[in-house]
């Protein structure tokens, strides 16, 4: 593999589009309203929902709110709680907006190191949002040539039930 290329996402369809917002229930007002997106399903992970959360290379204790809608591609609002987190970074750097594309994988440890061998380092990851503990998710620094993050999906075989539905 050639530096910069980015298998094993090459060809996968992007599936997820994710913005970082400030405070999530004014932006879920302001996507419902505007786009007509909804229903939104919100979940809070972290310490307490994954098994597993890594940031930066070292273990971490970030948490999140967020707000799923749609499909092909599925939308997704977060609002960073505890840090530090890449979450915290963007909104430091950019402010709200997009954050990243999210593609899903057969598996995210296999996705880490092939991503690293070609140049992109794991800045995130988190495992077992699954209610079963499967699942799992990791960002890789793709800013510099795609301008954007890249989130790696693994899907859990189901999803818990949301802490509530807007609207």
Do not use: C, N
């Amino acid at each position: 593999m050639q530096p910069g290329q980015l298998e094993p996402i090459s060809g996968r369809p992007i599936v997820q589009v994710g913005i970082v917002v400030d405070d999530l229930d004014p932006a879920l007002e302001r996507y419902s309203t505007r786009f007509g997106v909804g229903p939104w399903r919100i979940y809070t992970y972290g310490p307490e929902t994954l098994s597993k959360l890594l940031y930066r290379g070292e273990p971490g204790g970030f948490s999140m709110l967020l707000a799923l809608a749609g499909q092909g591609p599925q939308i997704e609002l977060i609002q960073p709680l505890e840090g530090p987190s890449v979450y915290h970074e963007w909104l430091d750097r950019h402010g709200p907006g997009l954050h990243h594309v999210a593609v899903e994988v057969d598996s995210i440890d296999e996705t880490t190191a092939t991503m690293e061998t070609a140049g992109y380092p794991l800045m995130q990851l988190g495992l077992g949002f699954g209610p079963d503990g499967d699942g799992g998710f990791a960002y890789f620094d793709t800013q510099d040539d795609l301008g954007v993050i890249v989130e790696a999906i693994e899907e859990a075989k189901r999803l818990a039930e949301p802490e509530r539905v807007y609207p």
